[in-house]
């Protein structure tokens, strides 16, 4: 569960978003999610009551709530790593295997993976403006709020892990995100990023678009349980770096040090992430 504060135009108020959904620690939805509280928190002073109780921008009220927040976005980076104890499993349901295997497509975006890596590679405008494929191609212990999809069981994990093409169509979805967050993945053994080519504009999107840092989220959680722990780090530090010694990516420091870190499952190399996240400029 995760929530990032958007910042507020007091000269642009958003549409009311659709409501029905109520957020929990089990959400980890693309866009859209929480967003009541978005909307709420993008107006100059809402006279609307949202829920968690942040009925206005700022003061003591909405410090709460996102305290609040916070808690449980700890609570839920807690059962990730701990592989979410008591959850059981579900041979009846497969959906995941067989989107993996190539046999059915996403929905509701209608499109098999293998013609997602094939055909969406570089399409940024398709990849930004559709969000149903996000939970296929990186399926995690988690229900979404793309109802046409499901959540990850851990025998599709363990059959997507040992089939090797399904299991490098997982890399390949890593690496078209990476490529259309502006980065390339350099060494698959070590998980190295470097920048790609057009890293600068991809950067000021991904710098501005608070969103993906849910889908991040998202990423990162499916690389731990495809047998991908060891991609985690490395693309942290690297985002670190441009956010902290470059200044590229400065508004995904909250998201990292806040939530991005908390789904890295080794403890040593969780507390030296943080520690470098923690650093004085």
């Avoid at 995760?2 to 549409?15: A, F, I, M, N, S």
């Avoid at 107006?43 to 449980?72: E, I, N, Q």
């Avoid at 959680?221 to 902290?244: N, S, T």
Wanted: charged fraction near 30%.
């Amino acid at each position: 569960m995760e929530t990032h504060q958007p910042r507020r135009d007091p000269d642009k108020t958003p549409l009311l978003p659709q409501h029905g959904k109520t957020p929990d620690a089990d959400s980890d939805c693309d866009v859209g999610c929480f967003s009541c509280i978005y909307w709420c928190l993008s107006l100059p002073c809402c006279s609307l009551p949202c829920w968690g109780g942040l009925d206005c921008w700022g003061g003591d009220v909405a410090d709460s709530g996102r305290r609040r927040w916070r808690g449980k976005s700890q609570e839920d980076a807690w059962r990730y790593r701990n592989k979410y104890p008591g959850k059981k499993d579900n041979l009846d349901l497969n959906d995941n295997y067989r989107f993996y295997a190539n046999e059915i497509p996403c929905r509701p975006d209608g499109a098999l993976i293998d013609d997602i890596h094939n055909g969406w590679w570089g399409q940024y405008d398709k990849l930004e403006r559709l969000h149903g494929y996000i939970q296929w191609l990186f399926p995690i212990r988690e229900q979404g709020v793309n109802d046409s999809s499901q959540e990850l069981l851990l025998h599709e994990a363990k059959r997507i892990c040992s089939d090797p093409v399904m299991h490098e169509r997982v890399l390949k979805s890593y690496e078209l995100m990476l490529d259309f967050y502006g980065m390339k993945l350099k060494d698959r053994n070590t998980g190295e990023i470097e920048r790609a080519d057009n890293w600068q504009e991809r950067f000021r999107h991904l710098n501005h678009s608070s969103h993906n840092y849910l889908r991040i989220t998202r990423i990162l959680k499916c690389l731990g349980e495809m047998e991908y722990e060891h991609l985690k780090a490395p693309f942290l530090r690297f985002v670190l770096h441009e956010a902290i010694e470059e200044g590229t990516l400065d508004h995904t420091l909250d998201s990292c040090r806040n939530y991005w870190i908390e789904v890295l499952r080794d403890d040593q190399e969780r507390a030296d992430v943080r520690e470098y996240a923690d650093e004085p400029n």
